[in-house]
């Protein structure tokens, strides 16, 4: 058996003709990381999430350069809304302890808790829309406008995303028909996945804070 | 269905000689890990419509895929009347411009990338790493359901107030969107709708194939085990994965600067004597996210391509594969260094000249694990005993077309020779030699190899070699007249073109145009082919090619539901064992075990 986990470049560099190796190789268990094939293919969705909004970034970085940029307001809601999901992911990370220690009242009030803020947090983001519409700060006038819009909406998709796993998480809880393990696997993931979106918040938020 | 678990003592004993203490949760020891659970379907809609079977998926998409390829060559055909017979004026100006750009993005996109990932990915994945199936075989329905969403919407633009986009399959903006660009309203909203969703719904396919090949393989499988096909496919899917977020980006900012009127990509411009709204956004951006996808894409294409050649040619020389490590290097250097060429594509577009000399030694550079590739094609080939069956006379056809094609991409790569040929029929040659004809060679050559795998019956050999001849004679017959004319200087994009002073094109674009018919209707033979021995083609015999994979291990032919019957295979070499010198077997299936082969020496690749 293997004690410790290969790099890649050791993967591909094995000679698998040498007896040696082919001893081990038929021990193999056909797995490559020790690691759940959910979180695997949770880390896979963030990893092409991050790919997506670093394209974003570089388009704002390149597009702010030229001379029609102008700022936008920062309306204090936003900061209130930031909280919001930062209580959000304060609470995931509560119900994913809780759910380890199968503590099942405080992970059901931990998981609405959560759901509640999340919808809030989308309300709020919904608000500020609304607030820079009726001030005139629309797509089309200025790219800046522009990028706000489709940055808080491609946000708020990936936040819906989480969301739709969120309810099927919730809903096999309260159906009381699950495996402990399964369970807290699921919360465990979604709580990573919260603070992934909340990562990526803080980053969208403060580019266009200091630009 | 349990499995046998030779190891579970041994194993048991591990964990308590280590001491470890309780392993975290995500991680079951090996041998407690239970058998994956199969979904079973349970009505004719489940079974035969929105299936979760990898098999079934790869068929669907390789059905759907053919069928919008058919509309693709349709209009290639169309636009090859036009250019020969212009006086028959068969297509204005903008209808062509919409005919070059549905045909490019049909092709690349929606044929190439959906055949080879969505349908050799799902047939091939789980059948060779030893899996039953994907690992999240809901999200490979829904993927699958996606992109015949995305096709539908791709054809509905023929059918919207002003046709399909003309913009180019490149979608440049500022034309793309603006006034006198045909479809400018509809047909570039649908196509960049379309183009999400297939994003989107490749996402999904693409966790299914990378997560599989990681952590689905059977008992003894080891990534260095793997055939070549599936770590050509698992390469590629990485690069899917990383380089269509940046079409995605460009897609959505386009589509805003399109419908809602924002000016991330338009700048200040001037319309039919009118100033537009649109001010200071940079047409150069969105170059550099689209060929930040656009490059990759065609080793999205190619590397499958590679990999499948690979394995056939090997199968079909009864000899082992030469250099089965440095052609999975080759394959990963190549993913790697296909991000950092994107700017070759954009040598005319006004870069900084430095700019361009770093991309033109990048591109230069990818050119050695390309060659290395050909190489050890070539030398598997040497000494093998080499079957011309018709599988094999298509990888040649391969091996030749793609060696010229890469070759003249060597010359294209350097930006003096690229600003003159680049506009002109040169380039048009290149890339339809080395990402159109080459991977179409291999996609033929994989249905007659796995065709009997798929239908348990034989396609007519006799047919298969008709369609072939005529196939690769016929692609030179169309390119090679195209790289003359590009050295002429012929300009490409131009919907017709009589006589000029200094140049004649009428009878080459005769000559070439009826290539390309007799090139298109022997396709006829193909499908003819395929549908005659769907119904009553010869039985296949199990394992006809004598083949080491595990596809054609599996308990019956074609394999059923759940793939392997009873017990999981166990694997204990690599797929390439033919001809072992001593051996008394003339292949060695992977999940021979040593003991039941007398006398077989290793050999070291």
Redesign the interface.
Known sequence: MKKKEETFFQLISQKPWEASQAKLDNKHDGKTLKLSREKIGVRTIMVVSTVIFSFFVVAYADRMLIHDWKNMPEPWLLWINTCILMITSYFFHKTKIASDRSENVKVKNGLFTVGFLSFTFIFGQMLVWYQLLNLGYFAASNVANAFFYMLTTIHGLHLLGGLIFWGLTISKFLKGNYRISKMQRSIELCAIYWHFLLIVWFVLFGLMLFT | MPDEFD?KI??KA?MAA?GTSVPP???AP?AE?PEQELYHSKSWWTTYVFSQDAKYIGIQYTCVATAIALVGLALSLLMRLQLAFPNLSLLDASVYYQFITMHGMIMVVFFLTALFLGGFGNLLIPLM??ARDM??PYVNMLSFWVFVLAVLVLVASFFVPGGPTGAGWTLYPPQAITAGTPGNLWGIVLMLVSLVLFVIGF?MGG?NY??TV????????????LPLSIWGIFVATILA??AF??L???G??LL?DAV?????FMPVSVSMGELL?T????PI?FQH?FW?FGHPEVYIVALPAFGIVSDLISVHARKNIFGY?MM??AL?IIGALSFIVWAHHMYVAGMNPWFGYFFATTTLIIAVPTAIKVYNWVLTLWRGNIHLTVPMLFTLGFIITFLNGGLTGLFLGNVVIDVPLSDTYFVVAHFHMVMGIAPVLVVFGAVYHWFPLVTGRMLDQGLGKLHFWITFVGAYMIYTPMYYQGFLGVPRRYFEMYESSYISTVGLNVFITLSALVVGLAQIIFFYNVIRSVLKGEKAEKNPWKANSLEWQTPKMPPEHGNWGEKLP?????PYDFSVPGADKEHIPQNVSPSEVAGAK????
């Open positions: 190891y041994e194993a591990d280590s949760i995500d991680y090996v890990r790493c030893g690992v999240f996402t966790l990378v997560i990681l952590q689905a393989r059977t008992r003894g499988m080891t990534l260095m085990r994965l990383l977020p940046a995605l980006v460009g959505i900012m805003l809602l009127g924002t000016s991330f709204q001010e200071g956004g940079s951006l996210l930040f490590r999975v290097w990963v166990v694997v204990y070499r690599w290793v050999e070291k690749t």
